[in-house]
Nanobody, 119 residues
């Protein structure tokens, strides 16, 4: 699966941004999709994820502010980010997990998109 993320930019604190991630290739084995973020010197962290059945999961810092969703074909994933804070500034990556068996997984990552929040 190839992923292309877009939608990053600069926004003032309290503002909103919507990230998009377009997927190409076979989605047959995809088990979940998600957004991760990374800041300099820190490990990449999960922001939100969604399974093919629509079950969502959010990191505590973004609960109530961010919403992950997909289009009907599940080929485009979105991250609606509201009430942005300076600590949300990071490079955001979209991610897909493919499952080929009980213990066989493959991860695909898109190029990051930078979100900058000014105070």
């Amino acid at each position: 699966v190839q992923l292309q993320a877009s939608g990053g930019g600069m926004v003032q604190a309290g503002g909103s941004l919507r990230l998009s991630c377009a997927a190409e290739g076979s989605m047959r084995s995809v088990s979940s999709m998600g957004w991760w973020r990374q800041t300099p010197g820190k490990e990449r962290e999960l922001v939100a994820s969604i399974t093919t059945s629509g079950i969502t999961n959010y990191a505590e810092p973004v609960k109530g502010r961010f919403t992950i969703s997909t289009n009907n074909a599940k080929r485009t994933m979105f991250l609606q980010m509201n009430s942005l804070k300076s600590e949300d500034k990071a490079v955001y990556y979209c991610h897909v997990e493919e499952r080929f068996g009980p213990d066989t997984y493959e991860d695909s990552w898109g190029h990051g998109t930078l979100v900058t929040v000014s105070s």
